[in-house]
């Protein structure tokens, strides 16, 4: 269980441009617009005013789903093919020569992290009385990047370029040659020695990380208030208790170094001597909540003459209340280290305890941490242009800079067709969230089975162009397969 936590927290969720675009909503995932599209329980998270929108299938009024989900996997230092192979496969073992092209690969770049899981979700809506939804979702977020010297430290380990001198397992001083590694490991390599010496701030100026992980118990409610069918407004507000399992948000910038996080006990993280003071300690090394909050989501809805829907919505606006394994940490001088550093590159998994057990990290204790949602503003659209056809456009902007929002504002356009009643097909063209080099043109499948939409089932990628070439892989999928409307 201690390998197999972070394993899936990270490698099933490395992503930069949807961080909290379309949660696990499949149907929405093909289109990647959203604000104005989703009804029913899917509305939670992103526009509880939908659900006071009259529905699609006028003799439906209850829904319910199980275990719809989306990954997500990006990183713009491998090739498609190496990255997706490092989310799955540990077996090869970085020889030195490695290490230092890994570092050069990462150095300056990227990666994120986002997993969504709606284990049940339900809403009931009624034209006179509005809608009702509630789900429990799970929802993971990582986002981290490294400067060169970072990326060289954590790699490289004792070997970095950092340190100008390396000591010998008999005790011999040598220089840091790496055209003379394998002579100097058929001896054994010890620790690497810094003589010009930096504090953290310095050594890791323009890195950061940041993750979270928590469990939504969330409940809607949105109804029309004002209008007619010509034109009318609905509004919706959500409530949501949280529970915090992981959290994470580390920067540092401008020679200053800003961390605090709560480690969930299953990840087994060392933390020295800060763990023997620390009130917030946990003992064991049992997977559990750390931490609870509460949430809130505002929203409303323009609608014009059924075929033109105009939404806003403010979302995550809470917090959690950390009060397990709480942590920061002091901006020290770093001498030396004797860790070898990462074996391949699933270095997101290993990156605390390479540097925690070599000493580099030191480690204060804290009782809590409250720390605020990832909160967001979105502005979207959308259009009925035929009974067939449905388009719009979404833009969101992060309102703070939390764990798990976006690093920028994300622009979208996309859209539906059902060429025939039974199949619904989706795409679109989206830029911006945390995305660095290019636009996404995401791509959906779902099918609609018995009368007025009884049965839905579906997947989706969040960037189909990811699969025909090789730079910079988006690797994605959401699905849902049960999904039933009553």
Same mark, same amino acid.
């Given at each position: 269980?201690?390998?197999?936590?972070?394993?899936?927290?990270?490698?099933?969720?490395?992503?930069?441009?949807?961080?909290?675009?379309?949660?696990?909503?499949?149907?929405?995932?093909?289109?990647?617009?959203?604000?104005?599209?989703?009804?029913?329980?899917?509305?939670?998270?992103?526009?509880?005013?939908?659900?006071?929108?009259?529905?699609?299938?006028?003799?439906?009024?209850?829904?319910?789903?199980?275990?719809?989900?989306?990954?997500?996997?990006?990183?713009?230092?491998?090739?498609?093919?190496?990255?997706?192979?490092?989310?799955?496969?540990?077996?090869?073992?970085?020889?030195?020569?490695?290490?230092?092209?890994?570092?050069?690969?990462?150095?300056?770049?990227?990666?994120?992290?986002?997993?969504?899981?709606?284990?049940? $979700?339900? /809403?009931?809506?009624?034209? %006179? #009385?509005?809608? =009702?939804?509630?789900?429990? &979702?799970?929802?993971?977020? +990582? !986002?981290?990047?490294?400067?060169?010297?970072?990326?060289?430290?954590?790699?490289?380990?004792?070997?970095?370029?950092?340190?100008?001198?390396?000591?010998?397992?008999?005790?011999?001083?040598?220089?840091?040659?790496?055209?003379?590694?394998?002579?100097?490991?058929?001896?054994?390599?010890?620790? $690497?020695? /810094?003589?010009?010496?930096? %504090? #953290?701030?310095? =050594?890791?100026?323009?890195? &950061?990380?940041?993750?979270? +992980? !928590?469990?939504?118990?969330?409940?809607?409610?949105?109804?029309?208030?004002?209008?007619?069918?010509?034109?009318?407004?609905?509004?919706?507000?959500?409530?949501?208790?949280?529970?915090?399992?992981?959290?994470?948000?580390?920067?540092?910038?401008?020679?200053?170094?800003?961390?605090?996080?709560?480690?969930?006990?299953?990840?087994?993280?060392?933390?020295?001597?800060?763990?023997?003071?620390?009130?917030?300690?946990?003992?064991?090394?049992?997977?559990?909540?750390?931490?609870?909050?509460?949430?809130?989501?505002?929203?409303?809805?323009?609608?014009?003459?059924?075929?033109?829907?105009?939404?806003?919505?403010?979302?995550?606006?809470?917090?959690?209340?950390?009060?397990?394994?709480?942590?920061?940490?002091?901006?020290?001088?770093?001498?030396?280290?004797?860790?070898?550093?990462?074996?391949?590159?699933?270095?997101?998994?290993?990156?605390?305890?390479?540097?925690?057990?070599?000493?580099?990290?030191?480690?204060?204790?804290?009782?809590?941490?409250?720390?605020?949602?990832?909160?967001?503003?979105?502005?979207?659209?959308?259009?009925?242009?035929?009974?067939?056809?449905?388009?719009?456009?979404?833009?969101?902007?992060?309102?703070?800079?939390?764990?798990?929002?976006?690093?920028?504002?994300?622009?979208?356009?996309?859209?539906?067709?059902?060429?025939?009643?039974?199949?619904?097909?989706?795409?679109?063209?989206?830029?911006?969230?945390?995305?660095?080099?290019?636009?996404?043109?995401?791509?959906?499948?779902?099918?609609?089975?018995?009368?007025?939409?009884?049965?839905?089932?579906?997947?989706?990628?969040?960037?189909?162009?990811?699969?025909?070439?090789?730079?910079?892989?988006?690797?994605?999928?959401?699905?849902?397969?049960?999904?039933?409307?009553?």
């Amino acid at each position: 269980m201690k390998k197999l936590l972070p394993l899936f927290f990270i490698a099933f969720s490395i992503n930069q441009s949807f961080a909290q675009q379309e949660y696990s909503s499949f149907t929405s995932t093909g289109r990647g617009v959203s604000t104005t599209f989703v009804t029913d329980y899917q509305a939670i998270g992103i526009n509880p005013a939908n659900l006071g929108l009259h529905t699609e299938y006028e003799t439906k009024h209850v829904t319910i789903g199980l275990m719809e989900g989306a990954a997500s996997a990006y990183s713009n230092a491998l090739s498609k093919t190496t990255f997706g192979k490092s989310l799955t496969d540990y077996s090869d073992i970085f020889n030195q020569q490695d290490k230092i092209k890994a570092a050069q690969q990462f150095a300056g770049n990227g990666v994120a992290a986002n997993v969504d899981l709606t284990a049940l $979700g339900f /809403a009931i809506q009624s034209d %006179k #009385l509005g809608g =009702l939804a509630f789900s429990i &979702k799970e929802s993971m977020r +990582w !986002y981290s990047q490294f400067s060169g010297l970072t990326a060289d430290l954590l790699f490289r380990g004792k070997t970095s370029a950092y340190f100008d001198q390396l000591m010998l397992s008999n005790g011999e001083m040598v220089a840091n040659d790496p055209s003379k590694y394998s002579q100097y490991e058929a001896i054994g390599i010890s620790q $690497g020695i /810094a003589s010009n010496q930096m %504090k #953290l701030s310095a =050594l890791f100026d323009g890195s &950061k990380i940041k993750n979270n +992980w !928590y469990r939504e118990y969330n409940l809607n409610y949105g109804r029309k208030v004002f209008g007619n069918d010509l034109l009318y407004i609905t509004a919706g507000v959500g409530v949501k208790y949280l529970q915090g399992f992981n959290y994470t948000n580390c920067e540092v910038k401008n020679g200053k170094i800003v961390m605090a996080g709560a480690f969930n006990p299953a990840f087994d993280i060392d933390f020295g001597v800060g763990a023997a003071n620390n009130p917030s300690a946990i003992n064991n090394t049992n997977y559990q909540s750390i931490g609870n909050g509460f949430g809130f989501d505002f929203g409303a809805d323009v609608v014009i003459n059924e075929r033109i829907t105009i939404g806003a919505a403010l979302t995550n606006i809470g917090s959690i209340n950390y009060t397990g394994n709480v942590y920061t940490i002091k901006d020290t001088t770093l001498a030396s280290i004797s860790s070898d550093g990462s074996n391949n590159y699933n270095i997101f998994s290993q990156a605390p305890n390479i540097l925690a057990k070599s000493g580099v990290l030191k480690w204060e204790g804290q009782k809590n941490i409250k720390a605020k949602l990832p909160a967001m503003l979105r502005l979207g659209a959308s259009i009925r242009l035929i009974e067939i056809a449905h388009i719009g456009f979404d833009f969101i902007m992060p309102t703070n800079k939390e764990a798990g929002n976006f690093e920028k504002p994300y622009i979208g356009i996309g859209g539906d067709i059902k060429p025939i009643r039974w199949i619904r097909l989706s795409t679109g063209i989206n830029t911006g969230g945390n995305y660095i080099s290019r636009a996404n043109v995401p791509f959906g499948l779902t099918i609609v089975v018995g009368e007025n939409g009884t049965w839905e089932l579906g997947a989706a990628t969040r960037d189909i162009v990811t699969y025909l070439r090789q730079k910079g892989p988006n690797l994605s999928f959401a699905f849902g397969f049960l999904r039933f409307r009553l």
